[in-house]
């Protein structure tokens, strides 16, 4: 039987793998799996790079960086499935959101209140200090693209830093960082200690924001490429058990095991069901669409989503600006594998590979078309789309 061993991080979003080796649904299709757990990214990243991992539970952007060698020699890698949507929040200290004075409503309205209180603490020689999961994180760049159209400098008004995701509720309890964004469910912890609330989630700033993806090597895609369509095939099936509501306190069990995440399942189970505690002792609020780990096509790997985010790393200085960097970028995204791997199963398999303006139907098996529509391109909460086809013009509009 083949064996790929996939790092992750402990984070509820790792759950795909998880389940289709704790299953059984990998050794069903006749591949192993070996999870190989990593408190940072940059650790998932570069075990991937040298070879200690056939595959990676890894940050999208930090993928397409690697790939196109931003901070690093470049690593050819291919992205053929995407682990799920969104999951994360924007969360603050006690002391902030006492400032703020609510959480969790209109997201604009939250992000007018936090831009004019970053400026308020520049007036008197501070900066808020929020912490984020890598440089090249969607996490980074939700949140300064949220801060950004709120009216706050990301790189004037706050401090932004890096802290791994499982050490985030540590540095809220030691009064290191004002604020975060990061996934569950580590926001959850914090604000069960106390320590934080939660006053945003990242799927209110972009509705269908690409998290995490399966990273290969390249030459693994080349050299095993039956095998990951096998592994794609096991993580499918587990998707269609995890977006199961039914499931979701024995999956919530499974991920708490200190193997995986190891943290209470009630905690896990927030995320696993939209169902979020804002502030300690607080009531339950649902958040729509917080965490997609599988329907609408949740796993396809759209080429137009690894463009907004290379969009954003030229926004911010990440990434020198260039028509070929967006197909570069777009190059990472493997949808031609995740539609031959899948070919034949119940799995959406879109035609087009990327959002734009208008319908992309949702087309089940050998090209029937049911349910409801899977509407393009992606939004976002100041109502500004992303045209793929128009993409160094989204870029120059930013920089106004």
């Known amino acids: 039987m083949s064996r790929f061993r996939i790092g992750f991080v402990p984070l509820v979003d790792a759950v795909l793998p998880i389940v289709a080796h704790a299953l059984g649904l990998a050794a069903r299709e006749g591949v192993s799996i070996e999870l190989v757990r990593d408190p940072s990214w940059a650790t998932v990243r570069d075990r991937l790079i040298y070879g200690q991992t056939d595959a990676a539970h890894l940050l999208a952007p930090l993928a397409i960086a690697t790939a196109m060698g931003l901070d690093r020699p470049a690593v050819p890698l291919g992205a053929p499935f995407m682990l799920g949507l969104n999951g994360n ?7 902030v959101a006492a400032l703020l004075g609510g ?36 996490h980074n760049y939700m949140l300064r693209y949220w801060l950004a159209a709120s009216g706050c400098d990301p790189d004037r008004d706050v401090e932004i830093i890096v802290v791994p995701p499982p050490f985030v509720a540590e540095a809220f309890a030691l009064g290191e960082i004002d604020g975060s964004c990061v996934g569950e469910p580590w926001n959850s912890v914090a604000v069960e200690r106390g320590d934080a609330v939660i006053v945003a989630a990242t799927s209110q700033i972009w509705n269908r924001g690409v998290e995490k993806l399966l990273a290969f090597r390249q030459g693994v895609l080349d050299e095993r490429s039956e095998d990951v369509a096998a592994l794609l095939r096991a993580l499918h099936e587990a998707g269609r058990i995890v977006a199961d509501p039914g499931r979701h306190e ?15 399942s009630d905690l896990i189970l927030r995320a696993l069901s939209g169902k979020l505690v804002l502030r300690h002792d607080a009531e ?15 796993n396809f790997p759209w080429r137009s989503q690894a463009m907004w985010l290379y969009s954003q790393m030229v926004r911010w200085g990440h990434a020198p600006l260039g028509e070929g960097g967006f197909e570069a970028a777009a190059a990472v995204f493997r949808p031609d594998i995740y539609r031959a791997a899948l070919a034949g199963t119940d799995a959406i398999l879109p035609s087009a590979s990327a959002k734009v303006e208008g319908a ?15 509407l393009g391109p992606d939004r976002f909460f100041d109502g500004v789309l992303f045209d793929p086809d128009r993409a160094l013009d989204y870029v120059a509009a930013q920089a106004r």
């Open 103 to 138: 959480e969790g409503g209109d997201v604009a309205a939250t992000g007018r209140a936090l831009a004019a209180l970053a400026r308020s603490e520049v007036a008197v020689g501070r900066r808020l200090r929020f912490a984020v999961v890598h440089r090249y994180s969607s």
């Open 250 to 264: 024995e999956i919530a069990a499974l991920l708490a095991a200190p193997e995986y995440i190891g943290q209470p």
């Open 89 to 95: 929040t924007v969360t603050v200290s006690a002391r």
């Open 284 to 298: 339950i609020t649902p958040i729509e669409d917080f965490l997609v780990l599988h329907r609408e096509a949740a």
């Open 360 to 374: 992309i139907a949702r087309s089940l098996g050998a090209g029937s078309v049911t349910g409801r529509l899977i």
